[in-house]
C-alpha cells in the first residue's frame, strides 16, 4: 500500500532533524515495536539444605557440531542421579552470524528452525526444573538487523518447565544470603583455560560477591575456589568447531552435576563433578 502523502512529509521531517537515512529511520521504528536488551535480574530459588543441580551450556543448537546424541544422554544422567534442577548458561541457539561461511556450518538455518530444534531438545528436560540465560549469540536474533527476538523469553513461551533469567548474567538467590550467578562472557577466549574465571572472580566488588558462579561462554571446563567463590566454567554441548580449530581453541565437551550443602553462613560443601562428551 502505498504510503500517504501526510506519513512521507513527516519520515522526512524526522530523517532531516535527527539526520538520518530512510532505512536507518525504518530499522529505528522496527526496534522499537520489538524487545529491548535486558538488564540483569534477581530471581529467588531457594535451596534446601542438600541440593543436586545438573549444569550445561553453550549447546549451540542449530550448529552441526551440537551433539544431539550428548544431550540426549546428559539428561539420562541428570534423571540417573535424581538432579533436583537444571541451570544452563548461554548460546541455546547458535545464531546467525554472518561470518563468511558459517551458513556452511549450519544444521538449522535461520531463527524458527533452530528455535524449533531447541524446543524439541529442552523437552526432553521436562521431568525438571530449568532456569538459564542467553549469550552472545542468542543475542544475534535480536541484535542484527534489531530484529528484537529474545530466545529466552521465547523458550519460556513454549515450555511449562523452563524459566528466562536475563541475558548474559543473573543472579539466583538461593539462600536468603547466598548468590550463584549465572554469567556468559563477550570477550574472545584465553589460551591460559584458568584465566578467565580468575579475573572474574577478582572482579566481583567484595561485598557483591556471589557464592557460586556458573560461567559459559568459553567452552572449557574448569572448577576453581578463590576469594570464597566456587567458580566454574561450564564447557559446551557443541564440538569443536573448524573456526576454534583454526584458532588453536579446544571445546571442552560435557556437562556438570553440583552435589551442595546450602546453609545460613553459605555453602557448606561443595561436590562438582564433571561428565566429558568425548572419549
Not at 533452530?114 to 535480536?142: C, E, P, T
Amino acid at each position: 500500500m502505498a504510503k500517504k502523502k501526510k506519513e512521507v512529509e513527516k519520515e522526512h521531517r524526522l530523517c532531516k532533524k535527527y539526520k538520518l537515512t530512510e532505512s536507518e529511520l525504518e530499522r529505528v521504528v522496527k526496534s522499537n515495536m520489538n524487545e529491548a536488551p535486558q538488564k540483569s535480574r534477581v530471581f529467588k530459588d531457594y535451596f534446601t539444605d542438600r541440593v543436586k543441580i545438573g549444569v550445561f551450556s553453550d549447546a549451540h543448537i542449530g550448529h552441526e557440531m551440537f551433539d544431539e546424541a550428548f544431550f540426549r544422554h546428559m539428561v539420562k544422567t541428570f534423571k540417573k542421579e535424581k538432579v533436583d534442577r537444571v541451570f544452563q548458561s548461554g548460546d541455546i541457539l547458535e545464531g546467525m552470524s554472518g561470518r563468511p561461511g558459517h551458513i556452511y556450518e549450519l544444521s538449522q538455518i535461520g531463527y524458527h528452525n533452530q528455535m524449533k530444534k531447541a524446543v524439541s531438545m529442552f523437552r526432553l528436560l521436562k521431568d525438571f526444573k530449568v532456569a538459564g540465560i542467553d549469550g552472545n549469540h542468542d543475542g544475534w536474533y535480536q541484535k542484527k538487523g534489531d530484529a528484537g527476538v529474545i530466545v529466552g523469553n521465547e523458550l519460556e513461551k513454549r515450555l511449562d518447565n523452563y524459566t528466562h533469567l536475563g541475558q548474559m548474567e543473573a543472579d539466583v538467590k538461593i539462600a536468603p544470603n547466598i548468590t550463584m550467578k549465572l554469567y556468559h562472557g563477550g570477550d574472545g577466549t584465553a589460551y591460559a583455560i584458568s584465566y578467565k574465571m580468575q579475573k572474574l572472580m577478582e572482579s566481583f566488588t567484595g561485598g557483591e560477591k556471589p557464592a557460586v558462579v556458573l560461567s559459559g561462554h568459553y567452552h572449557k571446563a574448569l572448577y576453581m575456589f578463590n576469594r570464597n567463590i566456587h567458580g566454574l566454567e561450564c564447557g559446551t554441548l557443541c564440538g569443536q568447531t573448524g573456526w576454534m580449530r583454526g584458532k588453536k581453541i579446544p571445546a571442552h565437551k560435557g556437562f556438570w552435576i553440583l552435589d551442595m550443602k546450602v546453609g545460613k553462613g553459605g555453602i557448606g560443601m561443595f561436590k562438582p563433578a564433571f561428565y566429558p562428551g568425548y572419549k
